[in-house]
């Protein structure tokens, strides 16, 4: 890239920051659902109106989006519209937006964690982490039924796990968070009994809100340490799942370890972890790795040095150092290849 390409690149990077925080508002304030759901193009006094909002402002947000090309004004009657094109996408995608708030939120004990004499991390207890897990919970509830009927679902068909989710298995969700997946998993296959397990408080507590919205009675949460399962539930489980939170562990190993031991022997083991390359030079370019490097130091990377022995992997912990932490811990790794990418995502099967 020369001089002047990068001086454009440089200055995008400020303008889809700056975007990404309107779309923020508009996933917080309901602007984008009156938007993608008004039958016929709408002004701004009908969307202040319906949410109860200021005009001034309603403007104002209405124009950013205008600029930014996600949603049309009509000159002559100034008038709004979402095309229908876009809206599928902005319903089920904006959830994410709102990540902006909580980072900023976060970001004065991020940057002391930076320096050498400040606090190792922050712990998804901490207090500023109930607000992470606000944005979570609403950021998950928007899309997991979609990630679980069309990627998740597919995959564990094609590894035979279906079947026996069918007939009725035991099965574990570890770092459950807010019970998003296994909520949704513990509704597709009622037959089976789920529990769903987290270090959290606030994470456990909006799981059962949710289990209790749905009427589910197969599934249960309970607060606990990954690095730690309890010795009662040695090879009771038939199908272990852990999304999105080996990386987030101060010992990925020892949970791996503990994993292994809660397994039944002719058991399951799924893992998804966020599928970039292990070495940071091979992701040089994808800006994908690059938000979630980002978002790794404010989340991920103080979680995972809370406490001995500081692993400290990050988010892009990366695929070719997951497969070989899996095979240390005696998994084998099955399925037509031993590793499935889908999006950022990266599917490892196992079995004992
Ligand atoms: C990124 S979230 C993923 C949550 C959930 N699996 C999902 O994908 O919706 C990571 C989760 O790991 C949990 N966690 C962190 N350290 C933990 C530990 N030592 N034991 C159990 N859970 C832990 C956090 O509380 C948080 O809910």
Redesign the pocket.
């Known amino acids: 890239m020369d001089k002047e390409g990068f001086g454009k690149y440089f200055k995008s990077i400020y303008q889809n920051g700056c975007l990404m925080l309107s779309i923020g508002l508009g996933h917080d304030l309901g602007l984008f659902k009156v938007m993608c759901e008004a039958k016929k193009p709408i002004s701004v006094e009908e969307v202040a109106e319906c949410l109860k909002l200021k005009e001034r402002y309603t403007k104002e947000w209405l124009s950013a989006m205008v600029a930014a090309g996600i949603i049309l004004q009509n000159r002559e009657t100034n008038l709004y519209t979402v095309p229908e094109e876009f809206r599928e996408t902005i319903m089920t995608q904006m959830g994410f937006a709102p990540i902006l708030f909580t980072l900023g939120k976060r970001s004065d004990k991020v940057k002391e964690c930076f320096k050498k004499d400040g606090p190792y991390g922050i712990s998804?207890q901490d207090e500023e982490a109930s607000g992470w897990f606000d944005w979570?919970d609403g950021y998950?509830s928007l899309m997991c039924d979609n990630t679980v009927d069309n990627e998740y679902i597919p995959l564990l068909t094609q590894q035979g796990v279906v079947p026996k989710l069918e007939s009725g298995i035991k099965v574990l969700?570890?770092?459950?968070?807010?019970g998003?997946?296994a909520n949704v998993l513990a509704q597709r296959f009622p037959n089976s009994t789920f529990v769903g397990?987290?270090?959290?408080e606030v994470?456990v507590e909006k799981a059962n809100r949710t289990k209790s919205k749905k009427g589910l009675t197969n599934i249960t949460f309970t607060t606990?340490?990954?690095?730690n399962l309890p010795e009662e539930w040695t090879e009771s489980f038939d199908f272990v799942f852990v999304?999105?939170?080996l990386h987030?562990?101060p010992n990925p190993h020892k949970a791996l370890e503990q994993i292994y031991k809660v397994l039944k022997n002719d058991g399951y083991f799924s893992l998804i972890e966020i599928g970039f390359h292990s070495n940071p030079v091979d992701n040089a370019g994808d800006r994908s790795a690059a938000m979630y490097y980002a978002c790794s130091s404010f989340i991920c990377l103080p979680?995972s040095m809370t406490q001995e022995p500081r692993i400290g992997y990050g988010a892009c912990w990366g695929r070719e150092e997951i497969e070989k932490a899996i095979k240390q811990a005696n998994f084998k790794i099955s399925g037509k290849s031993s590793l499935i990418v889908i999006g950022t995502k990266a599917f490892f099967l196992c079995t004992k």
Not at 224 to 227: F, K, L, N, P, S
Request: net charge negative; glycine share 16%.
């Open positions: 998804y979570f998950r969700d570890v770092g459950c968070g807010s998003s997946y397990l987290d270090y959290s994470g606990g340490d990954a690095h999304y999105d939170v987030d562990l979680s």
